[in-house]
């Protein structure tokens, strides 16, 4: 099971406080976020340092999602209700994989263009792997892991 490097997450999150307290903010902004080691760790409690970005976010009006490779159903539904708790009213909307999309990089990528659709100028993804970046992203975070 992948640790969270909290070492590491720490330096990344001063980065990333730095980087949106720095750049000019586009019309429209927003920020997109993996669910699992990224928001919440594997034992279902956030991850402190990214709850912080998400804080920020909200101060500087910068607009959340999230998009989770969990598949689209009532159990998964509940849970991540239940486990984002108060984030989830802040949460502009989170995307669900749907079981028949198997391939992360496309999936993360169309979500990512849907948002870029819908009029957002993404400026960060945080997550912890490879396919939680890229296209349609804005700058790239990667979740340090162990
Ligand atoms: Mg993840």
């Known amino acids: 099971m992948k640790k969270i490097d909290y070492d590491n997450l720490n330096i990344l999150k001063n980065d990333i406080l730095f980087f949106l307290e720095h750049i000019?903010?586009?019309?429209n902004p927003?920020?997109?976020?993996?669910?699992?080691?990224t928001i919440i760790d594997?034992?279902?409690y956030f991850i402190k340092p990214i709850y912080e970005i998400c804080l920020k976010?909200?101060?500087l009006n910068?607009?959340?999602?999230?998009i989770t490779g969990r598949v689209l159903n009532n159990q998964n539904l509940e849970n991540t209700y239940n486990q984002i708790n108060?984030?989830?009213?802040f949460v502009k909307q989170i995307y669900f994989r749907l079981p028949y999309l198997q391939n992360f990089y496309?999936?993360?990528?169309?979500?990512?263009?849907?948002?870029?659709?819908?009029g957002y100028?993404?400026?960060?993804?945080?997550?912890?792997?490879?396919?939680?970046?890229?296209?349609?992203?804005?700058?790239?975070?990667?979740?340090p892991t162990i």
Do not use: H, M, Q, V
């Not at 000019?24 to 019309?27: D, E, G, S, V, Y």
């Not at 927003?30 to 080691?37: G, M, P, R, V, Y």
């Not at 400026?123 to 700058?139: C, S, V, Y």
């Open 24 to 27: 000019t903010i586009p019309n």
């Open 30 to 37: 927003c920020i997109i976020l993996d669910l699992d080691n």
């Open 42 to 44: 594997s034992n279902g």
């Open 57 to 59: 976010c909200l101060n």
């Open 62 to 66: 910068i607009t959340i999602f999230i």
């Open 86 to 89: 108060k984030l989830y009213y």
């Open 106 to 118: 496309e999936y993360k990528k169309k979500a990512r263009y849907d948002i870029f659709l819908k």
């Open 121 to 143: 100028t993404c400026i960060a993804t945080i997550g912890d792997n490879i396919w939680d970046i890229g296209l349609f992203g804005g700058n790239g975070f990667i979740i």
